[in-house]
């Protein structure tokens, strides 16, 4: 299990909204070093979204000591200013690297954020397991507590999170016979419209080209086929009027 903790967050509401990434992104327990007050009429309730109802409620209040000695640590900094030379802010993984990092640790796990304005002090990272740190612009790169909770628990989510809310596919490419249908209609189109006969393998090309970089959905090839068909029909009706004058 993964769990949360903060430490000495001065700001209810950077509380309430880690709660709320915690919902998202399927944890639970949420343990709390030196917290402030969590007026259930305050901000930290009112940032929490659907977690006012379990999270924040539920919140543990603990000390340091007990996270150091109950779990596997990971420690989240922005400074990482260090080399091989010195171990306490270093070495780092990013957000993205630490799921794979905590997917063979069988022991309880609790990622570890510190204060709004100073982070987690050098011997409170020296006493913690691992280190995190989300890749930022050099000359800022300090986040809000709540946003970098949120980022480091979203790529945690492969750990976390048994389904989400999407599809199993968000974009199904159509089958390979509807595309070509779709060509079809293309090349009807160019002939009905009078393009070039000499152009018009190269403009079909290009076509080709076009649609296996953008892998059309199902719906996008029938829409597209059923516009180059209504175009080449209202084309060849007015010739048709035009031939019968």
């Known amino acids: ?115 709004e304005r100073v982070g987690l002090t050098n011997d409170e990272l020296a006493r913690l397991d691992e280190l995190c740190s989300i890749p930022a612009n050099a000359d800022y790169p300090v986040l809000n507590l709540g946003q970098a909770a949120t980022i480091v628990l979203y790529e945690l989510r492969e750990l976390t999170v048994e389904r989400d809310q999407h599809p199993d596919e968000l974009h199904a490419r159509a089958d390979e016979s509807a595309v070509e249908g779709l060509h079809g209609e293309f090349e009807r189109f160019l002939a009905a419209s009078g393009h070039p006969d000499e152009k018009q393998p190269k403009t079909r090309r290009l076509f080709r080209r076009l649609l296996g970089r953008a892998h059309p959905t199902g719906r996008e090839t029938r829409t597209l086929r059923g516009v180059f068909r209504k175009a080449r029909q209202r084309i060849e009706r007015a010739e048709n009027e035009e031939r019968s004058r």
Do not use: W
């Open 1 to 115: 299990m993964i769990s949360v903790a903060v430490v000495d967050a001065e700001t209810p509401g950077n509380v309430g909204t880690i709660a709320r990434s915690m919902k998202n992104f399927g944890l639970s327990e949420l343990l709390l070093v030196d917290p402030p007050e969590l007026d259930p009429d305050g901000e930290a309730y009112g940032f929490a979204g659907q977690a006012r109802e379990d999270i924040l409620p539920n919140a543990r209040e603990v000390t340091f000591d007990y996270i150091v000695e109950n779990y596997h640590t990971v420690a989240c900094t922005a400074t990482t200013n260090e080399d091989a030379s010195n171990h306490v802010r270093y070495p780092a993984k990013t957000p993205a690297e630490l799921a794979d990092s905590l997917r063979g640790v069988e022991s309880d796990t609790c990622v570890v954020f510190g204060r």
